[in-house]
């Protein structure tokens, strides 16, 4: 035990004044009135009788009131963490841990680490307790136990990891662990810079009821940090030489402005242009670089601010590889207006790049061979058999039912591939046309289409269509408003046919100058093509799908992969993806592939670089409703609880208080009845 004020112990001091009294209290006897004594002789009278103690019990009263009283003041302290009532019984004790990438700010985990140990050191003969990391997913090190030892080196050997803090997980993961437990009480423990991005009101967790909840609440109110929050590629090209502008989103989520911070642009390990930006408080810019060319073989490129407090998320990551060419035939038939505009269309593409052609006779397999795409127009080519070919290869065919696309010249082997023969023009009562409906949003093609402001089809106004009606092997994906098919898709093989049944002039319909025209277009090659874009990074917590990978690596089953911090692991047939746990680059390596490496950039969540504090009492009001709760209080000390708060939520000054109180109640009941000694009986 120890005491917050040890200084007022001096007041025991005071027991000496009931000993005083106990020694120098001496009894009179009544007086009588006598007549004149000066005709007597005044005789000197001493006694020798040494005063002494008769009511040991009744100094002990009064001596212990004085010790409670000064105990109460020095305020007593009992050195353990006995929880919220104490800890007469056992307790089950889950101890979470916040170990998300905002607590390699400053100083927070040596003292969470601290916090820890100190829980663990309380606990008692009777009690057990378990260890859970909280980050993007809950860990637990090891099974609850009772072994003080194990559990302080487990404490030792945690780090905080780069995922984000997710507390409900954590929240989940105690209750698992407390419901069946035997233990008479249950205690959660939280040491925790409480973020607010951690917690969400909806998240629908709670712990069981009665449970016990102790913070430890890490924040620092005024924390700046500056963070490099996302990283934008534009590419373009200069004559046959693509380069690529960089821009970086910087973030100041501090309360304090920033001015003339540098940030530097690093491409494979070498700094090659810096910049500077000015931030004001809780705001944020963007750091835009000069072009950089890129050469045949991908670049690893890093974004880097130089910053104090947490420095893990000054840092942005992005592989630029060179980019991709998608081949594009316009098949013969075509109208010249119709051609322009969809050879505008495919000009303007960057991510991917296409490459469009238009030869001038018949298509032969050996044209077909290195296109990626062919489309259609107007008019049928006299053979479909290279066409069908093409396709059930994998290649992806644009049909478009335009002006000169009539019945005539569609023969039996072109149903086979479209799905259905071309029908007759069909022209609309109504002179604005007709509309598109019923879209199928859910379909790949047009999902990104679903989002607000990504295209509106309602403003399309369609003056004529070819009827088509589609056998079992056709999807719709769109009608016009009278119901008939606007555009369907159809599998062959490996690859796909999609047939839109009007032109894409602007005579049959005013889609070609619509906003959504360049988007659809685009979404149409693409997916007829089978591209998928190749994302410049990933995130930390995702998984990298390792059957692509060995793909792209022309590799066999054994692949070997090189994390950031330099560990290797190799990875048999049997894996099919490995977890990204940290900010970097990877590296991937086929031990049968004579191609180079390859590279995979992680970053870190964004969202995790705001340290902004939720409220921690209603953080605990909504995972433990009605259970007791004790906190450290922010900027607790580096021990983690506060003593003076662990005092306060113990209070045993109140006990002694009382004590004190009942005992000089009795102290004066009793000594009010005690005869006195050597009084004169009349």
């Known amino acids: 035990m120890t005491f917050l004020a040890p200084l007022f112990l001096a007041g025991l001091a005071a027991l000496a004044v009931p000993i005083i009294v106990h020694l120098t209290n001496r009894p009179k006897s009544d007086a009588y009135p006598f007549p004149s004594l000066m005709f007597l002789q005044r005789v000197p009278f001493r006694t020798m009788r040494r005063q002494r103690i008769r009511h040991w019990w009744l100094l002990a009263m009064r001596a212990a009131v004085l010790v409670l009283v000064a105990a109460a003041f020095a305020r007593p302290l009992l050195e353990r963490l006995g929880g919220v009532g104490g800890s007469a019984a056992g307790r089950e004790v889950v101890l979470l841990l916040d170990a998300s990438y905002s607590m390699r700010f400053g100083d927070h985990w040596q003292r969470a680490q601290a916090a820890a140990r100190r829980v663990v050191n309380g606990l008692g003969a009777d009690d057990r307790a378990t260890i859970v990391l909280v980050g993007d997913r809950a860990v637990s090190l090891g099974q609850a136990t009772a072994d003080k030892a194990a559990l302080l080196a487990a404490v030792e050997q945690a780090t905080p990891g780069f995922g984000t803090t997710r507390y409900a997980g954590g929240i989940q993961a105690a209750r698992d662990i407390l419901e069946p437990s035997s233990l008479p009480r249950r205690e959660v423990v939280v040491i925790s810079d409480f973020q607010r991005t951690g917690w969400h009101p909806d998240d629908d967790v709670r712990l069981p009821e009665g449970t016990a909840v102790d913070i430890v609440n890490l924040v620092e109110p005024d924390a700046a940090n500056v963070a490099v929050t996302g990283l934008l590629a534009e590419r373009a090209f200069r004559g046959e030489r693509e380069q690529v502008t960089i821009s970086a989103r910087v973030a100041n989520l501090g309360a304090a ?225 009278d119901g008939a098919a606007a555009l369907i898709e159809r599998r062959l093989g490996a690859g796909r046919i999609l047939v839109w049944t009007s032109g894409m002039e602007n005579v049959w319909s005013d889609l070609p100058v619509q906003p959504v025209f360049l988007p659809l277009v685009h979404q149409m090659v693409r997916y007829l093509a089978g591209y998928t874009e190749r994302r410049a990074a990933l995130t930390v917590g995702q998984a990298l799908d390792l059957d692509a990978a060995r793909e792209i690596l022309d590799g066999g089953s054994d692949l070997v992969v090189e994390a950031p911090s330099g560990s290797r692991a190799p990875l048999d047939a049997s894996a099919a993806a490995v977890s990204l746990d940290e900010p970097g680059f990877y590296t991937l390596r086929a031990l049968d592939s004579h191609l180079a490496p390859a590279t995979v950039a992680v970053n870190l969540d964004p969202a995790e670089a705001d340290l902004t504090p939720l409220d921690p009492d209603a953080f605990v009001a909504a995972v433990a409703p009605g259970g007791p709760v004790g906190t450290a209080g922010p900027g607790g000390p580096a021990e983690g609880l506060s003593p003076a708060d662990l005092e306060r939520r113990q209070g045993l000054w109140w006990y002694l208080v009382a004590g004190a109180v009942v005992l000089a109640l009795a102290e004066s009941f009793l000594s009010n009845r005690l005869p006195v000694v050597g009084r004169a009986k009349t």
């Open 257 to 481: 402005a920033v001015h003339g911070l540098p940030v530097a642009l690093i491409a494979d390990g070498r700094t090659v242009q810096r910049v500077t930006v000015d931030l004001d408080p809780r705001s944020s810019a963007a750091a835009r670089f000069s072009p950089l060319p890129l050469g045949s073989s991908p670049a690893r490129v890093t974004v880097h601010v130089e910053t104090t407090g947490l420095a893990v998320d000054d840092d942005q990551h992005a592989v630029l590889a060179p980019g991709d060419l998608l081949r594009v035939l316009l098949a013969e038939g075509r109208s010249v207006r119709s051609g322009d505009f969809l050879m505008r269309a495919l000009s303007v593409g960057a991510t991917p790049r296409f490459a469009v052609s238009a030869p001038s006779g018949p298509l032969r397999p050996g044209v077909l061979e290195r296109q990626a795409v062919v489309v259609l127009e107007d008019a049928a080519p006299a053979r479909a058999a290279p066409l069908t070919e093409f396709v059930r290869r994998g290649g992806g065919l644009l049909v478009l039912l335009g002006g000169r696309s009539g019945g005539v010249g569609w023969g039996p082997e072109w149903r086979g591939l479209l799905g259905g023969t071309p029908g007759g023009t069909v022209e609309p009562a109504s002179p604005s046309g007709l509309g598109l409906a019923g879209l199928s949003y859910d379909h790949p093609m047009l999902e990104p289409f679903r989002a607000p402001r990504s295209g509106d089809f309602g403003s399309v106004h369609v003056y004529r269509y070819r009827r088509l009606d589609p056998d079992s092997g056709g999807t719709v994906l769109a009608r016009y408003d």
